[in-house]
């Protein structure tokens, strides 16, 4: 009988250790309002210029389907007016794709640098995730978030060393 206590005690002793250590450890859940974050990042002013020059581009064709379009509500398009906004349509999406390129390769350093950051500030402050605060809020995953989880202001803080 003492031999079976014995080994008990020598079982709970020796997994003691093992469960202490794989003991869940509370999840820190932070929020960043990427906006701001773009903002922030010191080669904003590239971005924004060329979005700037997109929407200078893009802006007209724009107006003019919508003209083309609000004419043909009132009645129906002659030939010239449909070829027209059939022309506009195609210029429209094929500006809007290049422009999307153009955007979408100046955009990719700044995100890759505020990614760094939301990472190294994760890390360093015990959080393991970061969620858009826009995307939690609109979907509804997340009702309630503590003071201290948005790490906005720390990921700015970095990109601005």
């Not at 003492?2 to 005690?9: K, N, P, Y």
């Not at 999307?100 to 939301?118: G, M, N, Q, T």
């Not at 858009?132 to 060393?161: M, N, R």
Request: charged share 25%.
């Amino acid at each position: 009988m003492w031999t079976r206590v014995l080994a008990a005690l020598c079982l709970v002793l020796l997994t003691a250790p093992l469960s202490a250590q794989t003991k869940p450890q509370p999840w820190r859940v932070g929020f960043i309002s990427p906006d701001i974050a773009i903002q922030a990042h010191p080669n904003y002013a590239k971005l924004k210029a060329v979005q700037d020059q997109a929407e200078k581009e893009l802006k007209p064709l724009r107006d003019q389907i919508s003209q083309l379009s609000q004419k043909a509500r009132g009645g129906p398009l002659s030939a010239k007016d449909q070829q027209s906004l059939q022309t506009l349509q195609k210029a429209l999406q094929d500006g809007g794709k290049k422009w999307s390129e153009r955007i979408s390769a100046v955009a990719k350093p700044l995100l890759d640098d505020i990614d760094k950051e939301v990472r190294k500030v994760a890390q360093a402050n015990g959080f393991q995730v970061v969620m858009d605060y826009k995307v939690a809020q609109a979907s509804g995953i997340v009702v309630y978030a503590a003071p201290g989880t948005d790490v906005t202001t720390l990921v700015v803080k970095e990109l601005k060393k």
